[in-house]
């Protein structure tokens, strides 16, 4: 069992930047593959970027690509989205995920555990 609890989401104004964070309970946080997800109002969950178990491959959603990064402490048990350049159409609310699954994933559903959520508002 893992919990995921996300932190750092807020308001902030257009080509601003924030930095989220998840942290994980367990000792087992390296055996997972982590993802980023944003929801925006009325939408499914969409993909944004996810990185491999120890850190050496990472993938994103093409509108994120030079923009965002995803990176992971192990020793922390964390995993973080570093968002730059933020636009009002990246409003939503940010969720990371977990999964066993080896490969980099970028469905909600290949993901086995989810936090609750935090919300980034980017004003015009």
């Known amino acids: 069992q893992v919990q995921l609890v996300e932190s750092g989401g807020g308001l902030v104004q257009a080509g601003g930047s924030l930095r989220l964070s998840c942290a994980a309970s367990g000792r087992t946080f390296s055996s997972y593959a982590m993802g980023w997800f944003l929801q925006a109002p009325g939408k499914e969950h969409e993909f944004v970027a996810a990185?491999?178990?120890?850190?050496?491959?990472?993938t994103y959603e093409s509108s994120v690509k030079g923009r965002f990064t995803i990176s992971r402490d192990n020793a922390e048990n964390t995993v973080y989205l570093q968002m730059n350049s933020l636009k009002p159409e990246d409003t939503a609310v940010y969720y990371c995920?977990?999964?066993?699954?080896?490969?980099?994933?970028?469905?909600?559903?290949?993901?086995?555990?989810w936090g609750q959520g935090t919300q980034v508002t980017v004003s015009s």
């Open positions: 995920a977990a999964t066993r699954q080896t490969g980099l994933r970028g469905r909600w559903t290949d993901y086995d555990y």
């Open positions: 990185i491999s178990r120890g850190g050496a491959s990472i």
